[in-house]
């Protein structure tokens, strides 16, 4: 049955609109952003199909176009449409990093940083770069590892510090295992880092663990 063939009170667009988008399940919000369905389905059914299929929101986020083109009802359109829309999200959560201040508060850094690193395969090893008064200059991936480790270079982030002239750095990496809890290694790591930060002025003000929806923050938790 068509979408525009159900009654007013099924159809997503207009619950959204009469209800808010908060009261919709993730496969009516998905069905808004298809727009059509196929032959013998509409976009809901459609919708309900791809979520099963990659199991949440994330697996759909984090799904290739490859993977995603391959599923009934999804061809390159309506993966350029879904894209957009989770780089929206993504940009959304990094405007709160160029707010003044943001950087005393670390939830607004967790969060940014929870969207761009929990879901990779591999660990990444991220700066983020700050001026003299704490506004962000960069956010950048300096190295990627295996599935459980990562080769970090206090040098290199020396050097991309001097680049950008940054005054001031926040580390972050992602633990693929999903659980955030600083290893021995990540300690060490950090204090070598601090070390080399402090020989040209600039300084560590935090680094992040990030797991599966949690982030540590060696800052709270006293370890630089």
């Known amino acids: 049955m068509k979408i525009n063939n159900c009654p007013q009170y099924e159809r997503p667009r207009e619950k959204l609109l009469q209800f808010g988008a908060q009261t919709l ?33 994330r697996g759909l986020m984090n ?61 990444v090893f991220s700066m983020l770069l700050l001026d003299s008064q704490h506004q962000l200059i960069a956010f950048r991936h300096m190295f990627r590892g295996t599935i459980n480790s990562a080769a970090v270079y206090p040098r290199e982030l020396v050097k991309q510090a001097l680049e950008d002239n940054a005054a001031a750095v926040i580390l972050a990496h992602n633990h693929p295992s999903g659980i955030a809890e600083p290893s021995q290694a990540d300690i060490q790591i950090t204090q070598r880092i601090k070390q080399a930060m402090e020989l040209i002025d600039v300084r560590v003000l935090d680094h992040f663990v990030i797991g599966d929806g949690t982030a540590v923050s060696f800052a709270q938790r006293g370890l630089l």
Do not use: M
């Open 25 to 57: 399940s993730d496969a009516e919000l998905l069905a808004i952003v298809l727009h059509t369905g196929v032959k013998g389905k509409n976009a809901l059914e459609i919708a309900r199909e791809t979520l099963n299929s990659f199991g949440s929101v």
């Open 63 to 123: 799904a290739s176009k490859s993977q995603l083109t391959a599923s009934l009802g999804f061809g390159v359109a309506k993966y350029a449409t879904l894209t957009a829309c989770f780089e929206l999200t993504k940009r959304s959560l990094a405007e709160n990093l160029r707010k003044p201040h943001c950087f005393t508060q670390a939830d607004a850094t967790s969060n940014y940083l929870l969207a761009e690193l929990r879901d990779k395969p591999h660990e």
